[in-house]
């Protein structure tokens, strides 16, 4: 019984009456509350409604009640009589806000109650056996939703205390394979992309960032400064009977839109291009960017043109923007974008964007929004979760690579000369991998802080690759933490390649370096020294490949030990 | 991309007189930055010299648009505005029609301005003559041309078109596919 208390919100789990002691309030759910909420498959771990409204200590909700017998109903009813009141426009901020406030507490409570019931109870969680995992697998035995979810909550808790949860017998990896299994049936995706997802975050933040896959972000616009201003533009929506709010602190165009009597892509505000429908993470990369009036600014996959417009805005009309897209379709909702917005200084045109130096060069900001695989953006386009294969992360982040060389070849080095890459994917090897790749390529090219203030920092390590310390200057943002779509964005300061870049790095090595306390000497190759130990090293490598077991003193031929010669060059560089 | 011949000037200068009238001299000879006139696949696009200078590198079949799209040549030789057009146009227009906030949405829709639908007009408009249509809010909605003269439009009863419908920002949304 304990056990199921902890996660109480399925129907099957609604039986328990009132109790009348304070000591086992976890499992008095009554009925009501479960009609209320058609959504008992909801798989919040932080923020289950019903497990707060049963606790007799809640932190901060500010109607505390003794415990009576009736008291978790009363609770409801409060609830109902809070929804029945109409929301309007009058209430809807101060409503919000509490609902807010609401649901923090919730989540403390929440916190608190399962450290609490943690402490107290002993597992009865057992793994399925290897028959019964086959026959899942293989279809013939399905399992109830329920009890899946049941099993994901299970494994995710043996997993956050393995010693004190764990059956004795059972390794971690056997957990890791089971929840994965489990993630994957239960949200659809496939075995690979549910692996690559799980691997980015601790294991109860990884269910929060699938749940919020299933959940759609804000409806986000962007006031199009070239026509209007934000307090304008809110004004007349709100005359139309939409009901928006500033998206935040961090931007002075977003309005975030919760409801509307209209279709919002189809007033006549929008029309006459007083703002763009946009997500919110894609007002980052831009503003990473930060476009100055009167620069050359190249966006090389710009359709359907949401950044495009906020750079032309930004300049004011000034300058050129060359909008780039590789898709000959797209570029013509780009160019109506455009027209619409009314920014008159910008060329569209339809390259593949790796074509671009030799296109033309010579910006003065370039920014890349990379074609990812879409991770970021599951809650929009679901069909990721089953058509990404290892096969189109390797592709893709080649093109990356490829696009963000590019991309650094296309500006002017000078102190402003800025590459901003940005991807709506989460994964690491599309994002920290490619900026790895193009710092060790470019010499020139440093990473330079974005200028966001919030988001996570990028990794600087994973899973056995260092990025080193400069990545922690990139910003993810995830769709739990953040409530915008997952994005990544890395700002890059190009400085003029040749000797000074040369000799900047050179220094800063030997700073990492300097505990050795040596004068530094002049480096050089011993190369007689050096022929003999790859001489021998290449011939164990050829033995070991063909299978021959090593002899101390065995003859090498002369052929071999010439070749070596040449490669050893080629190697050393 | 080139610059118009003599005879596809007349037909876009002309075309862009019926609404801007003399103020077409302010369209060609700017204060602030030389602005151009240029032909590219059938479009004409009025876009600053520094801009053009520059959009010279891209290359004939990639290049989608660039500044402002005034209209496209048919392939009869006539020219014809786009909605595109509108923020030039509106900018300088001679003669205005303000629609009311009833009105918008039947405009936006493609249809012609009735008189029901009239909020203001500009003085001594004469008839077919080329106006820019805006909410009562100045925000410009499209163009067209009159039907009647200001002094005739006194007299119309409520259903009588008084602006025949040429563009309107609506076409942005339902002809994306051919606009460009």
């Avoid at chain 1, 009058?90 to 989540?107: P, V």
């Avoid at chain 1, 949860?165 to 690979?192: H, K, T």
């Amino acid at each position: 019984m304990h056990k199921k208390s902890l996660f109480d919100d399925s129907e099957e789990e609604g039986q328990g009456e009132y109790d009348e002691g304070g000591e086992a309030d976890e499992f008095d759910i009554d009925g009501d509350d479960n009609f209320e909420r058609p959504e008992a498959q909801d798989m919040d771990f932080l923020s289950s409604d019903e497990e707060a409204d049963s606790l007799p200590t809640k932190p901060t909700k500010p109607t505390k009640k003794p415990r009576f017998a009736a008291s978790s109903s009363d609770d409801d009813d409060d609830d109902e009589e809070a929804e029945e009141e109409p929301t309007t426009a009058r209430n809807i901020e101060a409503r919000s806000r509490a609902l807010e406030a609401k649901a923090i507490a919730e989540r403390a409570a929440d916190m608190a109650e399962a450290a609490a019931a943690g402490a107290g109870e002993e597992t009865m969680f057992a793994l399925p056996s290897a028959e019964q995992q086959e026959a899942e697998a293989s279809g013939s035995a399905p399992v109830d939703v329920n009890e899946l979810q049941l099993r994901m909550r299970e494994c995710v808790k043996v997993l956050g205390d393995f010693k004190k949860f764990a059956a004795p017998n059972r390794s971690r990896s056997e957990y890791v394979q089971q929840l994965l299994a489990d993630i994957a049936s239960y949200y659809g995706y496939n075995a690979f992309l549910a692996e690559k997802l799980f691997d980015l975050f601790p294991v109860a933040e990884a269910i929060e960032f699938f749940e919020s896959n299933e959940l759609p972000r804000p409806v986000t616009i962007r006031t199009n400064t070239l026509r209007t201003r934000r307090r304008e533009l809110a004004q007349a929506l709100i005359n139309r009977g939409v009901n928006l709010e500033p998206i935040g602190k961090w931007s002075k165009v977003g309005l975030q839109v919760f409801e509307s009597s209209v279709p919002i892509g189809a007033t006549p505000e929008y029309l006459a291009g007083h703002y763009m429908l946009q997500a919110a993470s894609s007002f980052l990369p831009v503003i990473a960017l930060d476009p100055q009036p009167g620069e050359r600014v190249l966006d090389m996959a710009s359709a359907p043109g949401g950044k495009t417009t906020y750079i032309s805005a930004l300049m004011q009309n000034t300058g050129v923007v060359f909008a780039n897209d590789a898709n000959k379709e797209r570029t013509k909702g780009l160019t109506a974008n455009v027209h619409r917005l009314g920014c008159r200084n910008v060329v569209v045109c339809n390259y593949d964007g790796r074509e671009f130096p030799k296109v033309m060069g010579g910006f003065d900001r370039v920014l890349l929004d990379a074609p990812c695989s879409g991770t970021g953006v599951i809650s929009k386009d679901a069909s990721v979760k089953q058509n990404k294969s290892a096969r189109d992360f390797t592709l893709l982040s080649h093109l990356q690579k490829q696009l963000i060389l590019c991309a650094i070849d296309s500006v002017t080095p000078s102190s402003s000369a800025t590459v901003v890459y940005s991807t709506c994917s989460v994964t690491v090897d599309e994002n920290e991998s490619v900026i790895a790749y193009a710092l060790r390529k470019r010499p020139h090219v440093r990473l330079v802080d974005t200028g966001l203030e919030f988001g996570r920092e990028g990794f600087k390590a994973f899973r056995g690759k260092t990025f080193g310390e400069e990545m922690g200057k990139t910003r993810r943002f995830y769709p739990h933490v953040n409530n915008m779509d997952g994005f990544f964005v890395a700002k890059l300061r190009v400085g003029k390649p040749g000797k000074r870049a040369e000799q900047a790095r050179e220094e800063s090595e030997d700073e990492q370096g300097g505990d050795v306390g040596l004068p530094l000497e002049k480096m050089a190759f011993d190369d007689e020294a050096d022929a003999e130990l790859i001489r021998e090293s290449k011939r164990k490598y050829l033995l070991k490949h063909k299978g021959i077991k090593l002899r101390p003193k065995a003859k090498v031929d002369a052929a071999l030990c010439k070749t070596n010669g040449k490669d050893a060059e080629s190697d050393e560089e | 991309m080139r610059p118009l011949t003599e005879e596809e000037s007349k037909a876009v200068f002309s075309k862009l007189a019926n609404y801007v009238g003399k103020n077409l001299v302010h369209l060609i000879d700017r204060s602030d930055t030389p602005h151009c006139f240029r032909l590219h696949r059938d479009r004409v696009y009025y876009v600053s010299e520094s801009l053009m200078r520059l959009a010279v590198s891209v290359a004939r079949p990639n290049l989608v648009s660039l500044g402002t799209c005034l209209g496209k040549f048919s392939k009869s030789g006539k020219f014809r505005l786009h909605i595109t057009a509108l923020d030039v146009l509106g900018q300088y227009a001679k003669h205005k029609v303000w629609i009311k906030p009833n009105g918008e949405m039947p405009f936006l829709y493609g249809n012609h301005v009735v008189k029901a639908h009239l909020g203001r007009i500009t003085e001594d408009t004469p008839e077919h003559q080329g106006v820019v249509v805006y909410s009562m809010n100045d925000t410009p909605l499209g163009f067209g041309v009159t039907a009647r003269s200001t002094l005739d439009t006194r007299k119309l009863d409520p259903t009588a078109i008084v602006v025949f419908h040429q563009a309107d920002v609506g076409e942005y949304l339902r002809d994306e596919d051919t606009l460009f």
